[in-house]
């Protein structure tokens, strides 16, 4: 099966800039999942999709950052403005819909992430 | 709220020698625990999960409720286990919704 997709790899942009990241999960995978791992650190949950609604965003600084999954299918993430401080790996993920507590037939697949430097 | 704490940011064993990677929880609840592993220039990957009860490339997990931990063992580690490994936590969020929290990783490097 075709993974998790992502793009770009890299990018490097100045501070106050705007950036985006594109990610496309895995077919039938009703599940999205955008994480933030600083170097150093593990991943950390921005924001979670089930579909195309939002179930999870607690952690996701929305004075700068967005994302969206309007089709329930691919999501975009944007940050605007950017600071130093956003300079991470974002991770995106999928799974199975129904996350029901003790399943273990809904694993997250992980994409090769975007690499962002803000300068 | 869910912790998850990984001791040991590096981690140097010889190969064949055992290998234990430690991973200590707080949840007030039932957690599921998994381990997550990343070999270089890799993407992230599920290695194993505590319902399972398994052993995965030669890896076994016990979730030990009173200690809260969760430690990975591997009795003969091999060069080719040399990699970043994040264990994890995942919690009911709200309603039917859950949310998997990971620790900083352990980086293992098995020498020859």
């Known amino acids: 099966e075709a993974g998790v997709a992502q793009s770009p790899r890299y990018k490097i942009i100045e501070k106050r800039q705007s950036v985006a990241f594109w990610c496309n999960p895995i077919?039938?995978?009703?599940?999205l999942y955008w994480y933030q791992q600083i170097l150093g650190q593990g991943p950390k949950l921005l924001i979670q999709?089930?579909?195309?609604?939002?179930?999870?965003d607690s952690q996701l600084p929305k004075d700068r950052f967005s994302a969206e999954r309007l089709k329930g299918v691919d999501s975009t993430l944007k940050i605007q403005p950017a600071k130093l401080e956003d300079s991470a790996v974002y991770l995106c993920a999928s799974s199975l819909g129904g996350q029901t507590f003790g399943s273990y037939n809904s694993p997250l697949h992980f994409g090769n992430g975007t690499r962002l430097t803000v300068t | 709220a869910q912790r998850v704490t990984q001791p040991e940011k590096l981690l140097s064993v010889f190969k064949g020698a055992p290998v234990e990677l430690k991973c200590n929880y707080s949840?007030?609840?039932?957690?599921?625990l998994f381990w997550y592993v990343q070999y270089s220039r890799q993407r992230l990957q599920l290695l194993l999960r505590h319902i399972s009860r398994e052993s995965i490339k030669g890896f076994t997990a016990d979730l030990n409720k009173g200690e809260t931990s969760f430690h990975l063992k591997k009795p003969f580690a091999q060069e080719e286990d040399s990699a970043m490994y994040y264990c994890?936590?995942?919690?009911?969020?709200?309603?039917?919704?859950?949310?998997?929290?990971f620790g900083k990783g352990t980086l293992l490097t098995v020498n020859p």
């Open positions: 949840y007030s609840g039932s957690p599921e």
């Open positions: 994890a936590l995942r919690r009911r969020s709200g309603g039917s919704n859950y949310k998997l929290t």
């Open positions: 077919s039938g995978h009703a599940t």
């Open positions: 999709f089930q579909n195309n609604g939002v179930v999870d």
